[in-house]
């Protein structure tokens, strides 16, 4: 029976030992504030495995259908509406010589897949989506009437970033350096995400005192009764 105790107490406190490590391995600052993984936050799904390059040889092919489109689009010279024209065209053309051939080998083609969507998959992504848009209206509301200084300062500086590097280049240009960033940054923030962690959270900290200066000096001057006028 003692010993039976002996144990159970090491067990415990073996479990209360690795559940304050893991806490305070936790407790630092993460990117985005996630919880969980990597791989969870990225949805955990076939696309966070591509993102995460488990399934190389589609994060491979990612890169290579992206720069090939964005050579089509930029570096042709020709308009994306012709290109789109002209591709839909070949694809027609190739059906209707396959069609004819199957037709004069006496073959039978494959019957197209019928699209499926069951009711209440329907209703689910319509519900979901009529809460992203509610929010999105919500936080467009906030920061029009000015409740959330913070959210209108980053919305101001993204817009005015994307201000400037659009006048530098195309949106395909922009649209292919996306998707090779989206390809390439999870997958090294996952193999150094300690030391990434650890560098944004200076940062953060940083920018959380700047901004906490910017409020009080800037922020708190503001009447408090333009904001009561605006909510009535």
């Not at 989506?129 to 920061?143: E, G, P, S, T």
């Not at 959330?148 to 500086?157: G, H, N, Q, S, Y």
């Not at 817009?159 to 090779?180: D, E, K, M, Q, R």
């Not at 700047?210 to 409020?215: A, L, M, R, S």
């Amino acid at each position: 029976m003692e010993n039976s105790s002996n144990t159970d107490g090491e067990e415990s406190r073996n479990q209360t030992i690795s559940s304050t490590s893991s806490t305070t391995s936790s407790g630092g600052y993460r990117l985005f504030g996630r919880q969980g993984s990597l791989h969870q936050f990225l949805g955990g799904g076939e696309v966070a495995d591509i993102l995460l390059w488990k399934r190389w040889r589609d994060s491979f092919g990612v890169i290579v259908v992206a720069t090939v489109a964005w050579l089509i689009f930029e570096r042709s010279g020709l308009p994306f509406l012709s290109i789109c024209s002209d591709v839909l065209l070949i694809l027609i053309v190739l059906l209707f010589v396959r069609a004819n051939y199957a037709a004069l080998r006496n073959r039978q083609l494959q019957t197209l897949p019928e699209l499926e969507l069951s009711e209440e998959m329907v209703n689910n992504a319509a519900a979901s989506f009529r809460v992203k848009i509610n929010n999105v209206l919500l936080m467009a509301h906030d920061i029009t009437i000015g409740k959330d200084f913070r959210l209108f300062f980053k919305v101001v500086i993204c817009l005015w970033l994307l201000s400037a590097i659009g006048s530098y280049c195309s949106f395909f240009t922009l649209a292919y350096i996306g998707t090779i960033l989206s390809i390439t940054i999870p997958v090294f923030y996952n193999k150094y995400e300690e030391r990434v962690d650890k560098c944004c959270g200076m940062i953060h900290r940083k920018f959380s005192q700047h901004y906490k200066i910017v409020d009080e000096s800037v922020t708190n001057r503001i009447p408090r009764s333009l904001f009561k006028e605006k909510d009535v």
